[in-house]
């Protein structure tokens, strides 16, 4: 297949546009989707975790041989979106001579694709970054959009920055690999996408929720095209998200942090985010927004893929911590409520009263 029939999206960004490719032994071909995609480059830095590294580091090497490929491994999950892990990371760069004109290559969960973008964002004022995110998650989220980002104690991702790739290589064979949690944790996202802006991607989760599960590469590829192309144009419309329009990516979030927080993160992010878009639906029926069959609906596909629906802490617990939320401002809590399935949600103010009156 030539690369351009893998090419699910485009990011239309003026100068700063990019392409999103998805499918099959992407990987292996990394090498020439650089080349194409990618002019002058003078070599390049794959920023890995350990356990990708186990899996793909060598696959990946060889497909950039061209290129002088450096190796950086960084820790596991969010222990690589630390300040110091960042720094340790530029010092990396710096010793295997990448120049302006070289490219970072982020080869991980969504972990190392924030660390590492965070880095290439800064490094040199700035170098190019090429995602190539091999967890679901990564994949039909956090790749594309160019946010970046590293975790203060205070909380996540305090500091970061806009850095758009110059290229997103979704190779969806890596997925086979991937822990049944975590591919579960990133079927919670597809079917946000679904509730948010794709009736036909939802209907496609319900009847193939089977497959998705066992991690069937066409149903993996076919869901992963669908997403990236929602988030291309969230994207677009709103790149920095200033203006409202990506806020609807966060439905099931508000609680959902909540929940991951309260948890102490043994509850994964997407099976919060399942937790907390039941809450918001819940929230929506009773505010006239949804109809009840659609909150059903989503109760039942939650289930079949395995993913909680009911939170596990009372809106006493919840509460406090949805007003720390980022989207909060001045004390009151706004939340994306959906209005149907596949069709777009609206973003409201929403009083405890009616937290608690859907939720208690
Ligand atoms: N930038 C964004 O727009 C954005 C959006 C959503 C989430 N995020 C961030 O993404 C992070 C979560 O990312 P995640 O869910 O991908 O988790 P993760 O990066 O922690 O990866 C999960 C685990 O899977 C392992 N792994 C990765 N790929 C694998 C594979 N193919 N086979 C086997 N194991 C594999 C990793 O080593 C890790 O242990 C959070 O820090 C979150 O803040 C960023
Ligand atoms: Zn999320």
């Given at each position: 297949?030539?690369?351009?029939?893998?090419r699910?999206?485009?990011?239309?960004?003026?100068?700063?546009s990019?392409?999103?490719?998805?499918?099959?032994?992407?990987?292996?071909?990394?090498?020439e989707?650089?080349?194409?995609h990618?002019?002058?480059?003078?070599?390049?830095?794959?920023v890995?975790?350990?356990?990708?590294?186990?899996?793909?580091?060598?696959?990946?090497?060889?497909?950039?041989e061209?290129?002088?490929?450096?190796?950086?491994?960084?820790?596991?999950?969010?222990?690589?979106?630390?300040?110091?892990?960042?720094?340790?990371?530029?010092?990396?760069?710096?010793k295997?001579?990448?120049?302006?004109?070289?490219?970072?290559?982020?080869?991980?969960g969504?972990?190392?694709?924030?660390?590492?973008?965070f880095?290439?964002?800064?490094?040199?004022?700035?170098?190019?970054?090429?995602?190539?995110?091999?967890?679901?998650?990564?994949?039909?989220?956090s790749g594309?959009g160019?946010?970046?980002?590293?975790?203060?104690?205070?909380?996540?991702?305090?500091?970061?920055?806009?850095?758009?790739p110059?290229?997103?290589a979704?190779d969806?064979?890596?997925l086979?690999?991937?822990?049944?949690?975590?591919?579960?944790?990133g079927?919670?996202?597809?079917?946000?996408?679904?509730?948010?802006?794709?009736?036909?991607?939802?209907?496609g989760?319900?009847?193939e929720?089977?497959?998705?599960?066992?991690?069937?590469?066409?149903?993996?590829?076919?869901?992963?095209t669908r997403c990236?192309?929602?988030?291309?144009?969230?994207?677009?419309?709103?790149?920095?998200?200033?203006?409202?329009?990506?806020?609807?990516?966060?439905?099931?979030?508000?609680?959902?942090?909540?929940?991951?927080?309260?948890?102490?993160?043994?509850?994964?992010?997407g099976?919060?985010?399942a937790?907390?878009?039941i809450?918001?639906?819940?929230?929506a029926?009773?505010?006239?927004?949804?109809?009840q069959?659609?909150?059903e609906?989503q109760?039942?596909?939650?289930?079949?893929?395995e993913?909680?629906?009911?939170?596990?802490?009372?809106?006493d617990?919840?509460?406090?911590?949805?007003?720390?939320?980022k989207?909060?401002?001045?004390?009151?809590?706004?939340?994306v409520?959906?209005?149907?399935?596949?069709t777009?949600?609206e973003?409201?103010v929403?009083?405890e009263?009616?937290?608690?009156?859907?939720?208690?």
């Open positions: 297949m030539s690369l351009e029939a893998m699910a999206a485009t990011v239309h960004l003026g100068g700063r990019y392409p999103v490719l998805v499918g099959g032994g992407l990987l292996g071909r990394l090498g989707a650089i080349d194409e990618l002019s002058d480059v003078t070599g390049c830095v794959v890995t975790s350990p356990s990708v590294e186990k899996l793909y580091g060598g696959r990946a090497i060889t497909a950039l061209a290129l002088s490929p450096g190796l950086v491994v960084v820790p596991d999950g969010e222990e690589a979106k630390t300040w110091g892990e960042a720094g340790k990371l530029l010092g990396d760069l710096i295997h001579g990448l120049d302006r004109r070289g490219v970072v290559v982020a080869l991980g969504g972990s190392v694709g924030d660390s590492a973008g880095a290439a964002s800064i490094y040199m004022r700035g170098v190019r970054v090429v995602q190539v995110p091999t967890t679901l998650l990564g994949q039909v989220d594309v160019g946010k970046t980002a590293v975790n203060h104690p205070a909380g996540k991702n305090l500091m970061g920055s806009f850095h758009q110059g290229l997103v979704c969806t064979g890596l086979a690999t991937l822990p049944k949690r975590e591919l579960r944790s079927l919670a996202e597809v079917a946000k996408y679904g509730v948010i802006s794709d009736a036909i991607l939802y209907r989760v319900e009847v929720a089977e497959k998705l599960l066992s991690a069937d590469a066409d149903a993996l590829r076919w869901v992963v990236v192309t929602a988030k291309a144009r969230y994207v677009e419309a709103d790149e920095r998200d200033e203006k409202g329009i990506r806020a609807a990516l966060n439905y099931g979030h508000t609680v959902g942090h909540a929940v991951e927080t309260l948890s102490d993160h043994t509850i994964r992010h099976e919060a985010v937790i907390g878009m809450a918001a639906s819940r929230i029926v009773n505010l006239g927004l949804l109809k069959p659609d909150l609906r109760i039942t596909l939650l289930e079949a893929l993913l909680p629906a009911e939170s596990p802490y009372g809106v617990e919840v509460l406090p911590l949805m007003r720390r939320d989207k909060a401002e001045h004390g009151s809590i706004r939340l409520l959906p209005t149907g399935i596949g777009e949600p973003v409201r929403v009083s009263a009616e937290i608690r009156g859907a939720l208690a």
